[in-house]
């Protein structure tokens, strides 16, 4: 009897939405089958949801513990795309990047352990986004954003994610730099820009701006053996010999950077260190090229402060608001424990996109209107209860929020006014168990 013919060859030739489709056409035929890929899919929810987990312990953690538990959250994202893995690894190796961004902000890294971490996490981030690519110009916003406006950390390669962003990624990515090099004379973010157009140059493969980007730069030895590199990739050996010829006659000594002042708002900053301080000290820096390296320091004495009291948390929230980072705010008021007006602030801007996040602020709001005990406070409190109510809905958790509200009248069925404030405000009450 002939053996069996191994399919595998030709399988492999086959797309992947064919060999999907005919897998599906088998398990439903196959009840074995589709029980063992459901618990394959079953298996990478909970290890996605897990590694969440960890994230969200990992902050409360001493360095090491944080170290190791980041590590455990990228070993997952890398057997799951080592394993080809169609879920959505993205929004999970993103929140990797920048938690660990953040937490170098704000710890003592002279090992280099959490570095170390953050340079794999954007590795994979740059891998989960080619297998399923996000919306290409909120990775190109999130991009800039790192290179301009961080802190000087992660170091993004643009090769790494210049798949994922496609044709419109990297137009929005041009154009910012573009703009930049237009607008700025000088400073820290036009040497960013002049470096990402050197990197446009190379994902595009215009070897003739590439290598016009490189001559123009001050004559050193890495830079002549970068312009041969490239003129031989691009087949143009004459050139590149002749390039090389020519660069062995240049004097390769580098000039030193001058010293700077450091800006005025500096002194008011050290001296009292608030959000209108903070600000101050940016707009001023902004102007000078001077804020990523501002930014570090001033930052982490905010943070030092906030992990003392909640005036202090308030102050640090309101300075990452006012610079248009709505999710490092929102973070620094959880782990800081920001006051619960600040909170809510934050959760009104926060709820459309993440509402589940933000239902726990709604319900501390409630009762701490609830507590007041007087008329106004009840009205508000019944307002926040409709808004409490939409956000339920936004997260799929409406039923949720029937059984919390059973459980508020409960609690506080002797506040007649209170009731008739829900009552006015048109939320429909759930009956009474049993009744």
Known sequence: ????????????????????????????????????????????????????????TAVLAGNVEYAAKVGSVLD????????????DLAPLARRTVDDISEMLEQIDDTSGEVADRLDRAVELYARACVARPPDPESLAAWILEVEFDGPGWPAIELADFASALGEKGIARIQSTVDKVLAEQPSGAKRETAERLREELAEVSGDVDALVAILAAKPPRVDVSLKIV????????????????????????????????????????????????????????????????????????????LAAGSTPAADELVRALLGEDRADEAWRAAVRFAASLPVRV???????????????????????????????????????QLRKLRTVHKKAGMAEEFSS???????????????????????????????A
């Open 345 to 383: 602030e934050l959760a009104d801007v926060r709820s459309a996109a993440h509402p589940a996040e933000t239902i726990p602020v709604y319900r501390d709001h409630v009762e701490e209107l609830i507590t007041r005990k007087d008329p106004n406070s009840y009205r508000e409190a019944a307002r």
């Open 76 to 87: 997952t994202l890398q057997r799951l795309l080592d394993a080809g893995s169609r879920a």
């Open 1 to 56: 009897m002939s053996s069996p013919t191994d399919l595998r060859p030709y399988l492999r030739t086959l797309d992947a939405e064919t060999l999907a489709d005919l897998l599906h056409a088998q398990a439903e035929r196959d009840p074995e089958l589709r029980q063992a890929l459901e618990n394959r899919f079953a298996t990478q929810g909970s290890d996605v949801a897990e590694a969440h987990r960890l994230l969200d």
């Open 229 to 304: 590199r490239v003129l031989r990739a691009a087949g143009r050996h004459s050139e590149a010999i002749a390039h090389a010829a020519r660069a062995l006659t240049h004097d390769k000594k580098e000039e030193a950077p001058q010293a700077e002042k450091d800006p005025l708002s500096r002194k008011e900053f050290d001296e009292n260190p608030t959000a209108a301080t903070y600000l101050a000290l940016r707009e001023e820096s902004l102007e000078t090229g001077r804020w990523v390296a501002q930014r570090k320091t001033a930052l982490a004495r905010l943070r030092e």
């Open 404 to 434: 919390y509200l059973g459980t508020l009248v409960e609690i506080h069925k002797r506040k007649t006014r209170l009731i008739a404030e829900v009552k006015a405000a048109r939320i429909a009450i759930p009956k009474p168990v049993g």
